[in-house]
């Protein structure tokens, strides 16, 4: 999954991933991206000009773990994952290193501080991780292995898929679902963003797994009505979230996609109420 995000603290147009993605010749898949003074973003994109993946390796789900990251570690391990998969460096582009751990710092921020409940607006937010046993990725994903390493009781473990929960009533910059209504809603209301799988992982059903997961956090934290925002033309992630249950609700007007220089969104719901 090669994908491109704009750095997460600069002008509304720095928000232009299709641009940025036609310009590097990036495929886009599944993309989550904000900048650290504003809470998450959360669309997809599909750019029309493919590369070829990777061969896909398949993970034994016995030793896959998916749940709420429980240490600091955990989370600087998925901002890596997510820089490494929203950014499409390449290997010999001068300053490479210092620009990924620059930006994998403010997604280590931001995501420490929305979690911290430190951002207006929100209640609880909540990172969710796939998680393998270092030994098993090191032999396939080698670079993916200690690039999204860390360590929990004595173990040695790689984040290989990642995603959030947002229990709030609106994103910034984002259309606003319309349910639930009346005394409460900011608490009965969510939103998943930041999805994302490393490349090599993905075909597992790693994706649905991670949605499968934010269903029942969501439920635990009291939300009844669960959304998430894909672009309008990436038929794959649509494919994706119906497959897990979401359906359409509303989508983007075509000025605010234009003010934002970006690809129209679609907003899908979820009811967990009854599920």
Not at 98 to 106: C, G, I, Q, V, W
Not at 117 to 126: A, L, N, Y
Request: aromatic letters at 10%; hydrophobic letters at 35%.
């Amino acid at each position: 999954m090669a994908i491109l995000i704009t750095p997460f603290s600069y002008s509304p147009q720095a928000s232009s991933l299709y641009l940025r993605s036609k310009l590097h010749n990036i495929n886009i898949y599944s993309t989550y991206g904000y900048r650290s003074s504003t809470p998450l973003r959360s669309f997809v994109l599909c750019s029309s000009q493919q590369q070829i993946s990777p061969q896909p390796i398949l993970i034994d789900k016995s030793i896959l773990s998916i749940s709420e990251a429980k240490s600091e570690n955990e989370l600087w391990a998925a901002s890596c994952l997510r820089v490494r998969t929203f950014y499409g460096f390449q290997h010999d582009t001068l300053n490479t290193e210092d620009h990924t751990k620059y930006l994998t710092e403010r997604e280590f921020e931001a995501l420490t501080e929305r979690i911290a409940g430190k951002r207006v607006g929100f209640g609880r937010v909540s990172c969710i991780n796939a998680i393998l046993p270092f030994s098993k990725v090191s032999n396939v994903a080698y670079d993916l292995s200690t690039s999204c390493k860390f360590s929990q009781d004595n173990a040695e473990l790689v984040v290989v898929g990642t995603l959030d929960i947002n229990q709030c009533i609106r994103l910034p910059d984002e259309i606003t679902g319309m349910k639930p209504k009346g005394i409460g809603a900011d608490f009965a209301r969510g939103y998943v963003s930041n999805v994302c799988v490393a490349k090599e992982m993905q075909r597992n059903g790693l994706g649905c797994a991670l949605i499968a997961k934010a269903k029942t956090v969501a439920k635990e934290m009291g939300i009844s009505d669960l959304y998430v925002h894909v672009a309008i033309d990436n038929e794959p992630a649509k494919k994706l979230y119906m497959k897990c249950g979401f359906v359409y609700e509303n989508e983007e007007p075509a000025w605010q996609a234009r003010f934002l220089d970006r690809p129209r969104r679609l907003l899908l719901w979820t009811d967990l109420s009854n599920s």
